[in-house]
Every structure is written in C-alpha cells, then in structure tokens.
C-alpha cells in the first residue's frame, strides 16, 4: 500500500512538472539545451574552418557596382549583378513544388507550408513589394551558408526553385511542432513579436530539435541599432558596441536561451522603470546591456547547475565566459549525455 502512494505521489509530481513547463518535462529541455550546446560546437568548428581557409569558393556574390542596393525587386532591371550560378546544384523543378498556407510572415520575406514530390516542407521567400536588391541578396547568401551544414541538428535545405531572382524560394525540411518560444509562450500570458532567438530552435515530433536560420548576423546588427528593436536581447554586449561577432558571443547567447527554459518569457520582459512603474523601452534596455548594467532574471525552478551555466555564459565580459568545449564538460558531469 505505501509502495502505491509512493509511486501515485511520484507520478502525480512529475505530471504537475510536465504542466509547469508547457508539455515539456525538465528531461526535454535539458535535451533541447544540450542540442543547441551542440550546434554551438559544430558553429565554432566551422568558424574556425572558415577563418583558416580563405578559399575565393567561399566567398559570397554581391550585386554588380552599376546596381543600386536599395532599389525593389519590382525594378527588373537592377537584378542584373545577382549570380545565382551557386545555387543551380540545389535548383527543382517549380512543377513539383506546391504551396498552401502561410506558418510565419516578417517585414521582408514569409514562410508558407507546402508539398514537393509528396513530402511536407517548408517554403522561405521574400516579399517582392517590400524587399530591395540588398535583402534578396542577403537571402541568396543565407540559402548558401544553410547548403553549407550537413548535421542533424540543423535545418535542412531541400532545394531552391526560381523562374527569376525575384521569385527565389528555398525549399527546407518541415518541423511540425513549430519552434520553442512558442512552447515556452503557452504557460507565459504575455506574448512579444521580437522573438527571433528562441524561434531559431524548431522541435519535431519525431526529428527532434534543429537550428534553423541563418541570416547574415551584420544585417541583424544594423537593423538592432537602427530601429532599437529586435534581437538585440539575445546579443552579448560587444556586438551591440562594435559589430564584431566572435564564439563568446555564440556562449552569451546559449546563456540567454537558457534563461528562456526557466521563465518561459523573453530576456529582460521583467525589467521595470523604477520611477513609472512600467516596462522598460527597448533603447533603454540597450544602453543597460551596452554597459554590463543589466542581467536577466533566472527562474528558482531552474537546477542549480543549469542556473550557474546560463550566468557563467551571460556575464559582459567576453574573456571570461566558458567555452563550448568547457560547457560540454559540465553537462556531461550532471547527465547521462555523451556529447
């Protein structure tokens, strides 16, 4: 009779967790977190590999000089200087392609579900009205790097299909438990339209978790600093200061991710005015995060080890976060796990 109660009590605690962390249990997000520690592992490697090697394959193309950057795709005549000859080793058949609904829409480019040959993929384009030469460029480059990865914990590019430049659409696998922000969001009542970070990380009922895209991190920067909006949250300190993007900066962001799994909200939606009362504006926010004044709220549910890991790796100083290598040997120590 005691062993019953005993097992009932067990089973009931671990339900009540499940339910606390939005259908994930504490088990989940530990492997989701040790997923996106391996990405960032596999990131440096490339970076590293990619810094070593200068090869002119590598290099990306950009529009011809006479072509002006900002000029709308609706303008046929500046897509003169886009070479997509990089891209032909990827290039289906538009026929097999069919698209459907729309998952997920921003201020230049959507993403639709759709069909090719049979198989549920996901479709990534750019809106013709709003993008200029500049962003279709920048999405040819990013359909490149993701033709780069071959890992599986990294989103897959199927194909791209075109009949002109401006019509460009990158054709990738289908993730159908959509990302994990809005996982974290379902036990969360308020919702944030800047969510960039913990959208990257899409989950599958069967593939498990994937890194998905990979736009050109300068853009990213210059958008940030311009409209003061964006990801900036999940930036360490000195991008946001001098645009110069290195692995510490990779750690500062897993660290940020990982404050996610605890409050199940945005970095620093918790920050308040202590004059008004009322949340903090984003470029206030910047300049706390620009000078080390700011760091995220942890969850007190959150294992203490999980918890000492996400502030080692979101502390200002670049120097003295751990490295991935050092992150995979602690959470090796607390888990079962072989990276």
Not at 83 to 101: A, M, P, T, Y
Not at 175 to 188: A, K, Y
Not at 228 to 251: F, K, N, Q, S
Not at 265 to 294: C, F, Q, R
């Amino acid at each position: 009779m005691l062993r019953g109660r005993e097992h009932s009590h067990r089973a009931l605690q671990a339900t009540a967790a499940e339910n606390a962390t939005g259908g994930l249990s504490p088990t989940a997000l530990i492997a989701i977190a040790l997923v996106v520690l391996i990405l960032i592992c596999c990131w440096c490697c490339y970076r590293r590999r990619r810094h070593r090697t200068s090869s002119p394959a590598l290099d990306v193309y950009a529009p011809a000089p006479t072509a002006n950057a900002s000029t709308p795709l609706t303008d046929s005549s500046s897509l003169i200087g886009l070479n997509l000859d990089e891209l032909r080793r990827w290039r289906i058949n538009e026929s097999d392609l069919v698209g459907s609904r729309t998952l997920a829409s921003g201020a230049y480019g959507q993403v639709s579900l759709g069909s090719f040959c049979g198989t549920t993929v996901a479709i990534k384009s750019s809106l013709r009205k709003k993008a200029t030469v500049a962003d279709l460029q920048c999405f040819i480059d990013e359909i490149k790097l993701t033709a780069r990865f071959e890992s599986p914990y990294i989103i897959k590019l199927i194909g791209v299909a075109w009949s002109n430049p401006s019509d460009l659409q990158c054709v990738l696998e289908y993730m159908d438990m959509g990302d994990l922000r809005n996982h974290l969001s379902q036990t969360t009542p308020e919702t944030y339209p800047w969510t960039e970070k913990s959208k990257n990380v899409l989950l599958d009922s069967k593939k498990g978790t994937k890194l998905s895209d990979f736009g050109v991190s300068r853009e990213d920067t210059q958008e940030t600093m311009t409209v003061g909006v964006g990801t900036y949250r999940w930036m360490a300190p000195e991008i946001l200061r001098e645009g110069h993007y290195t692995v510490a900066a990779d750690i500062y962001s897993f660290g940020m991710i990982l404050t996610e799994f605890g409050s199940h909200m945005i970095p620093y939606s918790d920050m308040k005015n202590p004059k008004t009362g009322k949340a903090l504006v984003d470029t206030a926010l910047i300049g706390l995060v620009l000078n080390g004044e700011i760091r995220p709220t942890l969850s007190g549910d959150m294992p203490e080890w999980v918890r000492a890991m996400a502030m080692q790796c979101a502390v200002p100083d670049p120097t003295e976060r751990p490295t991935a290598y050092e992150l995979s040997t602690i959470v090796r120590k607390h888990t079962a796990v072989i990276i």
